[in-house]
């Protein structure tokens, strides 16, 4: 995977949002906290096909968007496939199919562009073959007999493992016909009678769709563990958007909530890390609303959180941090390092006063923002600065057959 840094680089400037690629470059501050998710669950308990849910905590500018593509990045690096499901306020958290459905377009293999089910698909037939073909076995007939295994399998959703089966055979045969229809039915379009009646199955009434949505998504999770990938990783991203509703509603998602960490945690070869990114407020609604919910998500005792060194807390608290200046410049260093060492277009004359000037503008911003923004504040003024001042080139355009940044691989 590459990354147009220079066009990171002014994008930051202009929003300090996390950019979709490229987090792993500069992110700085979470060093011990990623290395604790990547040998805990994407190494040790994905390796045990076992699984968890966390709950990634920080007020809006806090970071949490980079903290989950950050990961995801990492957990891509070690095989992973992954799904960052944004939950704004146009997805009802309480439609289990819908949410469902986004998390099937979402899915992203590790070593791909591509987004979706039917993607995730193609790769696993491909991978299959490919790891028969170079142990030195026969691949077509491995794959054939993989295949037939799928209907066979014990997924939490018996149905899952017959449409998947017609899905590889179709893409192996190059009916795009059959499947299109299976994959469109594996990503949730389970209410069309028509897709269901082609494919041989049955569509779920209404009374039937929540325990259907529930059962599809654990088995979405246990096929990418018997393709042969490391696990899954999803990040719902924005949940508390999805979680402002009338007291009723927020009632029935923490319940909702409750029975997704138990049945995850209780998943067997599923190998899913599910994060949701929240902002304060949404705990404190749970520890009122959802007292249950609430002893799950506690720490088991004081300085025994994740940030204290016990990566099995459920919670992520990035408001947990040390000294904010140290913080801030951190940030700085980690991202003008970044522009001098990787964009062609740099001018190297004025790196020693650009990192000389770091500590001067962290204090600034941690003295003039808020605690929660501090961090966004921080990298835009950093990368305003790098992409204003310290380019060899004004015009916006590169050299004549220059390149303003090397595509970084992530």
């Known amino acids: 995977m590459t990354v147009d840094l220079l066009n990171m680089f002014e994008q930051l400037a202009e929003h300090g949002h996390a950019p979709v690629e490229g987090c792993s470059l500069f992110g700085a501050g979470y060093e011990m906290a990623f290395e ?89 037939t491909r991978r299959v073959h490919e790891h028969a073909s170079s142990a030195g076995l026969p691949a077509d007939e491995l794959l054939e007999s993989w295949t037939a295994g799928l209907a066979d399998k014990d997924f939490a959703l018996p149905a899952f493992g017959r449409v998947l089966r017609t899905a590889v055979n179709a893409h192996r045969t190059g009916d795009e016909d059959s499947f299109s229809a299976a994959a469109r039915w594996l990503s949730g379009e389970v209410m069309n009678k028509a897709l269901a009646k082609q494919l041989g199955e049955h569509s779920p009434s209404l009374a039937e769709v929540k325990v259907f949505a529930h059962r599809a998504r654990l088995s979405l999770f246990q096929f990418v563990r018997h393709a042969g990938y490391q696990g899954t990783i999803v990040g719902f991203d924005e949940a508390e958007q999805s979680m402002a509703v009338d007291k009723k509603k927020m009632s029935r998602i923490f319940s909702h909530l409750l029975s997704e960490i138990n049945a995850v945690v209780d998943l067997a070869k599923g190998s899913a890390l599910v994060l949701y990114a929240v902002t304060p407020d949404v705990v404190e609604k749970i520890a009122v609303e959802m007292p249950m919910l609430m002893q799950r998500l506690a720490d088991p005792g004081p300085r025994q959180g994740f940030f204290d ?99 970084a691989e992530v």
């Not at 903290?67 to 799904?83: K, N, P, S, Y």
């Not at 459905?101 to 987004?115: F, K, N």
């Open 36 to 124: 604790q998710l990547r040998q805990k669950y994407l190494v040790e308990r994905f390796a045990r096909g076992g699984s968890a849910e966390k709950f990634v905590i920080g007020p809006f500018g806090s970071g949490k968007t980079h903290f989950l593509r950050q990961l995801m990045e990492i957990g891509r690096e070690l095989d992973c496939v992954t799904a960052e499901v944004p939950l704004n306020k146009n997805i009802d958290f309480t439609q289990n199919l819908v949410v469902y459905q986004q998390l099937a377009l979402e899915l992203r293999t590790p070593r791909s562009d591509a987004h979706g089910l039917s993607a995730l698909i193609v790769d696993a």
């Open 309 to 407: 060194g016990n990566p099995l807390a459920a919670k992520i608290d990035l408001t947990q941090r040390g000294d904010a200046v140290d913080d801030l410049e951190r940030i700085g260093n980690r991202l003008t390092s970044l522009f001098f060492e990787r964009i062609d277009g740099a001018d190297r004359a004025k790196e020693a006063d650009a990192k000389r000037s770091i500590r001067s503008v962290a204090e600034d911003v941690a003295a003039s923002e808020a605690s929660s923004s501090a961090r966004r504040a921080m990298v835009k003024r950093i990368c305003a600065t790098l992409a204003n001042s310290c380019l060899t080139f004004t015009s916006g355009l590169p050299p004549a057959g220059g390149s303003p940044g090397r595509e």
